[in-house]
C-alpha cells in the first residue's frame, strides 16, 4: 500500500514540475520560433502528465481510461475538472501540434497556452486533496 502511495506522490511531483516548467517557457519572451516551439512541447509534456495522472488516479477509484478523451470525462466526473471543455480545448491543441505541423496552428496554440498553466494546476490541487482523503 505504502510503494502505491508513493507512486501517486510522485506523479504529482512530476506533474508540479511540467506545470513549472511550462510557466518558465510561458515567461520567456518568445523572440524566436525556436523559443515558441518549445514552450508548446512544454505544453504537450505537461498535458500528457495531466492526463496520465487522471488515469491513475481514476483507476485507484475503480475507473479504467486509456485516452484523453475518456480520462478528461472521469476527471470531470470524479470533480478533479471543474471545466471540461478546457481540457478538450486543450487536448485539441495538443493534437494539432503533436501530429502536424503548421506555422499558423502553432503562433493560434501558442497564442491559447498561457491559460492552460492555471487549468492544470486546478488538476493537481484536487489531486493532491484526493490523496490526503
Known amino acids: 500500500m505504502e510503494r502505491a502511495k508513493d507512486r501517486y506522490k510522485i506523479t ?3 506533474l508540479k514540475k511540467a506545470i513549472k516548467s511550462l510557466k518558465e517557457a510561458i515567461k520567456a519572451p518568445p523572440l524566436t520560433s525556436i523559443s515558441r516551439d518549445a514552450v508548446i512541447q512544454r505544453f504537450e509534456y505537461t498535458f500528457e502528465m495531466g492526463w496520465k495522472a487522471i488515469k491513475l488516479f481514476g483507476k485507484r ?5 486509456n485516452s484523453p478523451r475518456e480520462c478528461i470525462k472521469i476527471g470531470y466526473k470524479m470533480g ?3 471545466e471540461p471543455d478546457n481540457w478538450f480545448e486543450m487536448l485539441k491543441a495538443r493534437n494539432l501540434t ?3 505541423y503548421n506555422e499558423d496552428v502553432a503562433q493560434d496554440v501558442y497564442k491559447n497556452i498561457k491559460k492552460f498553466p492555471k487549468i492544470i494546476n486546478a488538476l493537481l490541487k484536487n489531486l493532491k486533496e484526493t490523496l490526503e482523503e
Open 12 to 14: 504529482l511531483k512530476t
Open 61 to 65: 477509484e475503480g475507473f479504467d481510461c
Open 80 to 82: 478533479w475538472i471543474d
Open 98 to 100: 503533436s501530429h502536424t
